[in-house]
């Protein structure tokens, strides 16, 4: 059993950083990607970041390169998404996501319908 738990929210002010972790058991993940999306309030889920667990190919919303990114340990089976230059528009509930690769390329990546597995979210509050 897949089991995806999100650490690490909180509430920061404007311009401040957060790293969220997202912990994964029940499998060996290396023919995995793992993401990141994200939820406000009123607003359809949204692809944040995502990465290929063996081969570390990364991807990223335009809204934040640059500011976030998004990393594994593959001795601790947990993928980071360190968050910098937090703005208000970054509050959301964020929700890490792993699914089977391939296909591994930015359209099956961002989609969250292709992703098996979903973790219980944290809330990011950035206050300005």
């Known amino acids: 059993q897949v089991q995806l738990v999100e650490s690490g929210g909180g509430q920061v002010q404007v311009g401040g950083s957060l790293r969220l972790s997202c912990a994964a058991s029940g499998r060996t993940f290396s023919r995995y990607a793992m993401a990141w999306f994200r939820q406000a309030p009123g607003k359809e889920r949204e692809f944040v970041a995502a990465?290929?667990?063996?081969?570390?190919?990364?991807y990223y919303t335009d809204s934040v390169k640059g500011r976030f990114t998004i990393s594994r340990d593959n001795a601790k089976n947990t993928v980071y998404l360190q968050m910098n230059s937090l703005n208000p528009e970054d509050s959301a509930v964020y929700y890490c996501?792993?699914?089977?690769?391939?296909?591994?390329?930015?359209?099956?990546?961002?989609?969250?319908?292709?992703?098996?597995?979903w973790g219980q979210g944290t809330q990011v509050t950035v206050s300005s």
């Open positions: 996501a792993a699914k089977q690769v391939p296909p591994m390329d930015y359209r099956s990546s961002s989609s969250y319908t292709r992703y098996d597995y």
């Open positions: 990465i290929w667990w063996s081969e570390g190919i990364t």
